[in-house]
């Protein structure tokens, strides 16, 4: 079945790095562009970063710019974010998410399929 | 403005209709998708693009869309639609933006 699996998630210090990933399983992973979507704990959800199908193109909420990298691996069926310089406030469960269709139209412009999520805590 | 806003909380009785709203600039020219999210759990899409429900939603969920504001009907709740609730859109850069959530209780 159509699955995303996250992974890498923990306990890191402020100033430190992690590297998440996310397992797709059940559909044509390079077909898709990707994204990244946290959520802090007892808060609402903060679009984090996507990539498109090739890794032509980036982008990265105010909050994460220069800090966060966004990559996949298409051989892999995999979605990655390396997050380096860490703070409190990047505490949150982490998402993959996948948009319902290859190409995005403004009928379509939703998350159908969303992975179970890893929890980031940034705590000295 | 590249905000969406949504109250916190709203109740309704067994079986009654209530509406979620979602209020925001960019909803002039995007439509809202909406997300469902019980406690532990991933968000879950019920509603998308003028008003289509993915495979598996009950069709008591629909969305409308008024000007600057985006609202999701659920008619006859039932106590297993007791959950936050989320608005999505774009904002003015075309990046991704959610609306603040919205705490439904059904008593």
């Known amino acids: 079945q159509v699955q995303l699996v996250e992974s890498g998630g923990g306990l890191v210090k402020p100033g430190g790095s992690l590297r998440l990933s996310c397992a797709a399983s059940?559909?044509?992973?390079?077909?898709?562009?990707m994204s990244w979507i946290r959520q802090a704990p007892g808060k609402g959800l903060e679009w984090v970063s996507y990539?498109?199908?090739?890794?032509?193109?980036?982008n990265y909420a105010d909050s994460v710019k220069g800090r966060f990298s966004i990559s996949r691996d298409n051989a892999k069926n995999s979605l990655y974010l390396q997050m380096n310089s860490l703070r409190a406030e990047d505490t949150a469960v982490y998402y993959c998410?996948?948009?319902?269709?290859?190409?995005?139209?403004?009928?379509?412009?939703?998350?159908?399929?969303w992975g179970q999520g890893t929890m980031v805590t940034v705590s000295s | 403005s590249s905000e969406l806003t949504q109250d916190p909380a709203v109740s309704v009785a067994l079986g009654q209709t209530v509406r979620i709203t979602c209020q925001g600039d960019s909803l002039r020219s995007h439509y809202a998708s909406w997300y469902q999210q019980k406690p532990g759990q991933a968000p879950v899409l019920v509603i998308y693009g003028k008003n289509n429900r993915p495979s598996g939603i009950p069709d008591r969920f629909s969305g409308s869309s008024s000007g600057n504001t985006a609202s999701l009907t659920i008619t006859g709740a039932q106590a297993e639609d007791e959950a936050d609730y989320y608005c999505?859109?774009?904002?003015?850069?075309?990046?991704?933006?959610f609306g603040g959530g919205t705490k439904l209780t059904v008593l």
């Open positions: 990539i498109t199908r090739s890794s032509s193109y980036t």
């Open positions: 998410a996948r948009p319902m269709t290859t190409v995005v139209t403004t009928e379509t412009d939703a998350f159908d399929i």
């Open positions: 059940g559909f044509t992973f390079s077909d898709y562009y």
């Open positions: 999505n859109s774009r904002d003015s850069s075309a990046n991704l933006i």
